[in-house]
T-cell receptor, first 114, second 110 residues
Framework: NAGVTQTPKFQVLKTGQSMTLQCAQD?????MYWYRQDPGMGLRLIYYSASEGTTDKGEVPNGYNVSRLNKREFSLRLESAAPSQTSVYFC?????????????FGAGSRLTVL | GEDVEQSLFLSVREGDSSVINCTYTDSSSTYLYWYKQEPGAGLQLLTY?????DMKQDQRLTVLLNKKDKHLSLRIADTQTGDSAIYFCAEDTGGFKTIFGAGTRLFVKA
């Protein structure tokens, strides 16, 4: 059972370049999330998708766009990368609002913007 | 606003108990979580506790919740080198937002 799969695992970009991080889950989860992890700051929510067809901003959405392509896939796009977007990005999913909203995470995508 | 704070580092000897502490600000939190992150991997849920509970035990793990002081702790008994990781405290603020602390890096010395 693959769980949450992210690609690519590593990427180096130059300032101003664009790229898309891909995420797919095979658990039939309704909700999907994109977080970024920076040293000393924990995980911060960029965007989330409560269900197929909906997306909403999280804590730090500026500079990013998302697409919920179908129930399985949720992509994160950087249109014009900036050095401040150097980070480790995690995709996560869960069934949707429940008593305990336990998240299942992917392995992460490390992005460096020069 | 909502915030979760935890110390950044903890070092213990193998076989000792580890206690990782966390404070949170949102008194309406329903669930509080502990996640573990091993090097190069994503976060994995260790355990969680409902806000009307004081304690939860799961094998070597004990979670204590002091709701009055908004303090959560994770105790790992008989700490092993395999427990070396980053431990994240998180609170459920309702809806789709889970707030994470910065993580405590646990070093276990053999």
């Amino acid at each position: 059972n693959a769980g949450v799969t992210q690609t690519p695992k590593f990427q180096v970009l130059k300032t101003g370049q664009s790229m898309t991080l891909q995420c797919a889950q095979d658990m039939n989860h309704n909700s999907m999330y994109w977080y970024r992890q920076d040293p000393g700051m924990g995980l911060r929510l960029i965007y989330y998708s409560a269900s197929e067809g909906t997306t909403d901003k999280g804590e730090v959405p500026n500079g990013y766009n998302v697409s919920r392509l179908n129930k399985r896939e949720f992509s994160l796009r950087l249109e014009s990368a900036a050095p401040s977007q150097t980070s480790v990005y995690f995709c996560a999913s869960n069934p949707g609002p429940q008593l305990a909203n336990v998240l299942t995470f992917g392995a992460g995508s490390r992005l460096t913007v020069l | 606003g909502e915030d979760v704070e935890q110390s950044l580092f903890l070092s213990v000897r193998e076989g000792d108990s580890s206690v990782i502490n966390c404070t949170y600000t949102d008194s309406s939190s329903t669930y509080l979580y502990w996640y573990k992150q091993e090097p190069g991997a994503g976060l994995q849920l260790l355990t969680y506790i409902f806000s009307n509970m004081d304690m939860k035990q799961d094998q070597r793990l004990t979670v204590l919740l002091n709701k009055k002081d908004k303090h959560l702790s994770l105790r790992i008994a008989d700490t092993q080198t395999g427990d070396s990781a980053i431990y994240f405290c998180a609170e459920d603020t309702g809806g789709f937002k889970t707030i994470f602390g910065a993580g405590t890096r646990l070093f276990v010395k053999a």
